[in-house]
């Protein structure tokens, strides 16, 4: 499964997770980091389990504790959680009326789970999560002066050393005549053996890495001799997005070159889609139509026969593909529903159909371009052509292989 389509069903599961409403503080949500025993946890809530049957409310003193109880059960198969730590919601949601349904859901975050949360509220506790629900596309740091070089990868937001190293370049002499010539060139060599390490660690992590691109920084021009040098892998030096100055070169100079190449970034990932929408815009200009085509009907016609290379979709798309049955002469209606989902009735005997299937427009989408080899790309309606293709395209469009 690609990066973007595990971004679309993470988000997704959040805005699910965001509609629940319980009464009072019912809703149960428990982050657990991933070096974190489960006995530990489990001794916690066994804790807040006693704390929990002082509630005065009797109803709510009854769903909470039963809460707890079900996170434990499912905490018991676990000794040490995941890679990522585990997060578990559980709790009595609001339906129609007066009545309530328990809702459960355990996962493992895309990424690590930073401390141990325990919190009881009206609503799942989700900021965590979506503080990893930015984009997950990899790039190479690096920072490089004279006296030392660090090497790191940049995935979303989150800044990752991988190494530091240091020199060994004087940094001034006090010799002259030819003794100051033979000294210079000592450290021109030093300078040149320094950076063929450094390039060579480089070449060793970005290469191992599939990478949208690197970047480079350190104070002067020193970082302009490093890349313009024969140091760094003739594919990775293809990949070098922009140079910026930094006033460090270690692990804080990372976080200052991430912070300094955020609106780089941010223009690559629109100029991505731009360049995408711009292809489509243009098919749909020929008096032929070209290769492209829109809407729901004929783009899901040409995907399920082969014919799209790649499938442009808005990712903030929410329409569900709904089959109804009829119990009693078993009739099938499948349609695409927006918003709330209509009840049917069999239009041949009369009878109430019930809904045998409901599945997420875009997954569905994945799913037929997966078995046809089709490209799929989520544009965002944060750029101004994304707004147009979202409102004027209705989000769902095609680039053909052929007519």
């Known amino acids: 499964m690609d990066e973007a389509r595990r971004k679309y069903e993470f988000k997704r599961m959040l805005e699910e997770l965001e509609k629940y409403q319980g009464r009072g503080t019912e809703l149960i949500?428990?982050?657990?980091?991933?070096?974190?025993?489960i006995s530990d946890v489990i001794a916690y809530l066994r804790d807040e389990y006693g704390t929990s049957s002082n509630i005065k409310s009797?109803?709510?003193r009854k769903n909470v504790m039963s809460a707890i109880e079900s996170i434990m059960s499912r905490l018991?198969?676990?000794k040490m959680p995941p890679?990522?730590?585990?997060v578990v919601f559980v709790g009595h949601v609001q339906k129609r009326g007066d009545q309530t349904e328990m809702v459960s859901h355990l996962m493992e975050?895309?990424?690590p789970v930073q401390s141990f949360i325990y919190r009881c509220d009206s609503k799942f506790y989700l900021e965590p999560l979506k503080s990893m629900l930015g984009d997950k596309d990899v790039y190479g740091l690096l920072v490089i002066d004279r006296k030392e070089a660090t090497i790191g990868l940049l995935r979303g937001t989150r800044v990752i050393p991988v190494k530091h190293l240091e020199s060994m370049v004087p940094s001034k002499h006090h010799q002259g005549g030819q003794s100051s010539r033979r000294f210079e060139r000592l450290i021109e060599q030093a300078v040149h053996e320094f950076f063929k390490r450094v390039g060579d660690k480089a070449n060793e992590v970005f290469l191992n890495e599939k990478l949208s691109g690197i970047i480079v920084g350190g104070p002067g021009s020193t970082k302009e001799m490093f890349v313009n040098g024969d140091y760094l892998h003739h594919e990775l030096k293809k990949k070098i997005v922009d140079l910026f100055d930094t006033g460090y070169t270690d692990e804080y100079g990372l976080h200052?070159?991430?912070?300094k190449a955020a609106k780089t970034i941010e223009q690559l990932e629109l100029y991505k889609e731009r360049k995408l929408l711009s292809q489509f815009f243009r098919e749909i200009r020929k008096p032929d139509g070209g290769l492209a085509i829109y809407g729901e009907k004929e783009v899901r016609q040409a995907l399920e026969s082969g014919a799209v290379d790649t499938l442009l979709i808005s990712d903030g798309l929410r329409k569900y593909r709904v089959t109804w049955k009829c119990p009693q002469c078993g009739k099938e209606?499948?349609?695409t529903v927006k918003g709330q989902i209509p009840e049917k009735v069999c239009p041949d005997c009369g009878v109430s159909m019930e809904i045998v299937d409901k599945k997420d427009l875009i997954e569905e989408y994945y799913e037929i371009a997966e078995q046809n080899g089709t490209r799929v790309e989520l544009?965002?309606?944060?750029?101004e052509e994304g707004k147009i293709f979202a409102t004027a395209f209705g989000g769902i469009a095609a680039i053909l292989r052929y007519r």
Do not use: H, M, Q, W
């Open 76 to 78: 018991k198969y676990f």
């Open 256 to 259: 200052e070159l991430a912070n």
């Open 29 to 37: 949500s428990v982050y657990i980091p991933p070096k974190r025993p």
């Open 109 to 111: 975050p895309p990424e």
């Open 83 to 86: 890679p990522n730590g585990l």
């Open 379 to 383: 544009i965002s309606d944060e750029s």
């Open 58 to 60: 009797k109803t709510t």
């Open 333 to 335: 209606i499948v349609e």
